[in-house]
Nanobody, 124 residues
Framework: QVQLVESGGGLVQAGGSLTLSCAAS????????MGWFRQAPGKEREFVAG????????YILASETGRFTISRDNAKNTMTLQMNSLKPEDAAVYYC?????????????????WGQGTQVLVSS
């Protein structure tokens, strides 16, 4: 079992930055692929970024490439999403997720564990 807790959300002006963190606990955290999803009101949940177990393979949603960076620290059982040059359309609830299985940060494989989410608001 893996427990996930997000932090770092909040209100930021357009063009600003936020760093989201996900604290993971559980016996097999380092063996999980992790990722960030977001869901804006009235929209479907979207896979934003993913990272494999070692942190060497990373995926960023094409529209966010160059603005978002994902990383993990297995020694600290944490994962981070650095978001720069934020836009109003980035506003959403951001969820941390983890799964076992194939060691590739793909959203095509279902995630098993989810955090409660952290709200990101971006003012124009």
């Amino acid at each position: 079992q893996v427990q996930l807790v997000e932090s770092g959300g909040g209100l930021v002006q357009a063009g600003g930055s936020l760093t989201l963190s996900c604290a993971a606990s559980g016996r097999t955290v380092s063996s999980t692929v992790m990722g960030w999803f977001r869901q804006a009101p009235g929209k479907e949940r979207e896979f934003v970024a993913g990272i494999n177990r070692s942190g060497e393979i990373r995926y960023i949603l094409a529209s966010e490439t160059g603005r978002f960076t994902i990383s993990r620290d297995n020694a600290k059982n944490t994962m981070t999403l650095q978001m720069n040059s934020l836009k109003p359309e980035d506003a959403a609830v951001y969820y941390c997720a983890a799964r076992k299985g194939i060691d590739a940060p793909s959203a095509k494989i279902s995630f098993d564990y989810w955090g409660q989410g952290t709200q990101v608001l971006v003012s124009s």
